[in-house]
T-cell receptor
Framework: GQQVMQIPQYQHVQEGEDFTTYCNSSTTLSNIQWYKQRPGGHPVFLIQ?????EVKKQKRLTFQFGEAKKNSSLHITATQTTDVGTYFCAGRRGNKLVFGAGTILRVKS | DTGVSQDPRHKITKRGQNVTFRCDPI?????LYWYRQTLGQGPEFLTY????????KSRLLSDRFSAERPKGSFSTLEIQRTEQGDSAMYLC???????????FGPGTRLTVT
């Protein structure tokens, strides 16, 4: 079945450094979503990408969907302590989402 | 607060007991999802409803698990004869048909001793 892999599993950065997490699917995705989960919290929807090659920005966050619609990335510019958490990508399979295992981001101030 | 709510937030039970969790979605949302999340993993799909109809169940879901959404509003997830492997966070999410984003509740953390 469809699998969604994320790398890295964990990243610890100095405040102000950039951060990128990558998501790869074994099959073509109709769309991909990104969620953020703070420590002790629940996943919170960030964005959905639908079109091949799509790029969307939310302030310091840049999301990309690959041309083949099998991979995606989330890039954070100049990380802040408020960016701490786990970032999940989720590929749509029919009417359900298949989540990756997430990338844990820690930020040293 | 008009977000997704779940009850209880924590449940400790002994192996072999039955447990039931409740989810109240955002009121106008017609889709409701149940997920299970264990440490270091992303949410794993269990089942989903559109209004009161249960449209899909994960093949991984054993027959000890059952979910209902009788009036198309709140939903319950029951686990019968709990096992230690059932220990996890059980998350509920809701969405509108045609809208991709899902809104998650705070979850119910189940510990089976």
């Amino acid at each position: 079945g469809q699998q969604v892999m994320q790398i890295p599993q964990y990243q610890h950065v100095q405040e102000g450094e950039d951060f990128t997490t990558y998501c790869n699917s074994s099959t073509t995705l109709s769309n991909i979503q990104w969620y953020k989960q703070r420590p002790g919290g629940h996943p919170v929807f960030l964005i959905q990408l639908v079109k091949s090659g799509e790029v969307k920005k939310q302030k310091r966050l840049t999301f990309q969907f690959g041309e083949a619609k099998k991979n995606s990335s989330l890039h954070i510019t100049a990380t802040q302590t408020t960016d701490v958490g786990t970032y999940f990508c989720a590929g749509r399979r029919g009417n359900k989402l298949v989540f990756g295992a997430g990338t844990i981001l820690r930020v040293k101030s | 607060d008009t977000g997704v709510s779940q009850d209880p937030r924590h449940k400790i039970t002994k192996r072999g007991q039955n447990v039931t969790f409740r989810c109240d979605p955002i009121s106008e949302h017609n889709r409701l999802y149940w997920y299970r999340q264990t440490l270091g993993q992303g949410p794993e799909f269990l089942t989903y409803f559109q209004n009161e109809a249960q449209l899909e169940k994960s093949r991984l879901l054993s027959d000890r698990f059952s979910a209902e959404r009788p009036k198309g509003s709140f939903s319950t997830l029951e686990i019968q004869r709990t096992e230690q492997g059932d220990s996890a966070m059980y998350l509920c999410a809701s969405s509108l048909v045609g809208k991709g984003s899902q809104y998650f509740g705070p979850g119910t953390r189940l510990t089976v001793t």
